[in-house]
């Protein structure tokens, strides 16, 4: 239970293994090309093409996430897996967002390493693609008061000595400055 990148004891690997080089998701990114890439991840939906798999670290549990490839130029196919690439995808998009863009989100995440896989749905032609992710923790769960992807759901604030999501001034039935 300690080691959060296995799913189960009996998992072969704790990580998404690609002949390319799994990148660390540190920030949303734009213009990345898929041109040089090896197509070695299935997903469960979409055609089959050249993929780049993102590791995005979560460090605290998250009530929602959302990954997607909006203002891509290049017709993607998004999907998230929790270890091994071979593993089922936990969610997979083909064009939700329109425009060959891809749109996944995800409810109650643990903490652990999920892995981002962006494909560019067969090889489809030139371009480039963007991702964002963004996630919100949970009313009264802890947060992380540095982070720039993950919030506290609107109307609630990273706060505390252990920071933790609380009612955020106007919405705490507190009146702070005294004036009714």
């Not at 998701?25 to 093409?49: E, I, K, M, P, R």
């Not at 252990?162 to 955020?168: D, H, K, L, N, Q």
Request: hydrophobic share 35%.
């Amino acid at each position: 239970p300690m080691d959060t990148g296995c799913m189960a004891a009996s998992s072969p690997s704790e990580s998404c293994v690609s002949v390319d080089a799994v990148r660390i998701f540190t920030g949303n990114v734009t213009g990345q090309s898929t041109g040089t890439l090896t197509n070695d991840v299935d997903l469960t939906c979409g055609l089959d093409g050249r993929d780049e798999v993102w590791r995005l670290g979560v460090t605290l549990p998250l009530a929602d996430l959302r990954a997607d490839t909006l203002g891509s130029s290049l017709d993607t196919v998004l999907a998230v897996k929790r270890s091994a690439c071979t593993a089922t995808d936990l969610a997979c998009d083909d064009n939700t967002g329109g425009n060959g863009d891809s749109v996944v989100t995800l409810a109650n995440l643990t903490a652990g390493d999920y892995f981002l896989v962006v494909d560019d749905r067969g090889a489809a032609g030139p371009g480039t693609y963007n991702l964002a992710v963004s996630g919100l923790y949970a009313d009264g769960a802890a947060c992380d008061p540095a982070s720039t992807q993950f919030a506290c759901t609107p109307g609630h604030a990273c706060r505390g000595a252990t920071p933790i999501c609380v009612p955020a001034r106007c919405n705490d039935t507190v009146d702070d400055d005294g004036d009714g």
